[in-house]
């Protein structure tokens, strides 16, 4: 059996008919997108095209970035980190479920950031996911790239927290876990809400 992905769908009436269409777009009006999911190229690209349109529509109106997000690829992440930070509008994030990896880092981003209550944020270095195979010199370039990235990637969470460089890489060595209380207490998050 094939896991098929179901889009919400909206109907409505209209002089010819009833049209169809998917909720999304009723939520783009609103200036609601979704990172949801795996962070890839494809999502990367689909959300930083909507947040230049957003801007281009009005650009000093608030966005809402909902995020429920494992993580992905840093590059893919760190692009629309960059759209995020570049765009006029103000980005408000919500955490939904969960906003872990390069999912905590674009959450951590928003210029507010809430979480529902039983929502969590994990945050952890960089993994290197395939097998490493090769000369010495590859392999030390690899673990320089991938510290390089480390550092990176804790700089963003310090400009976002307010925490210091060396409690932010303490946090990271493992997957460190904060439930919304803790997420706030830390500076990943502005708030906890219970509405959306």
Request: aromatic letters at 4%; one cysteine or more; hydrophobic letters at 40%.
């Amino acid at each position: 059996m094939i896991n098929e992905v179901i889009i919400p769908c909206i109907l409505k009436e209209t002089s010819t008919g009833y049209i169809r269409h998917p909720i999304q777009d009723e939520m783009l009006k609103n200036r609601e997108i979704e990172c949801v999911g795996d962070i890839n190229e494809t999502l990367a690209n689909s959300l930083i095209m909507q947040l230049r349109y957003l801007q281009k529509e009005e650009p000093k109106k608030e966005i809402t970035m909902y995020i429920n997000s494992k993580g992905g690829e840093v590059s893919s992440g760190l692009a629309l980190y960059d759209a995020m930070q570049a765009v006029s509008c103000p980005i408000r994030t919500v955490c939904v479920g969960m906003a872990a990896s390069m999912g905590a880092v674009l959450f951590t981003a928003g210029k507010k950031r809430e979480m529902l209550p039983h929502a969590r944020v994990m945050i952890h270095d960089p993994l290197m996911t395939d097998g490493v195979s090769g000369s010495a010199l590859r392999i030390d370039d690899i673990g320089k790239n991938l510290m390089k990235t480390r550092e990176t990637l804790g700089k963003i969470l310090v400009k976002h927290t307010g925490r210091e460089l060396s409690e932010v890489f303490e946090k990271t060595a493992k997957d460190s876990y904060f439930d919304a209380e803790e997420a706030v207490a830390f500076g990943l998050a502005d708030r906890i809400i219970n509405k959306i």
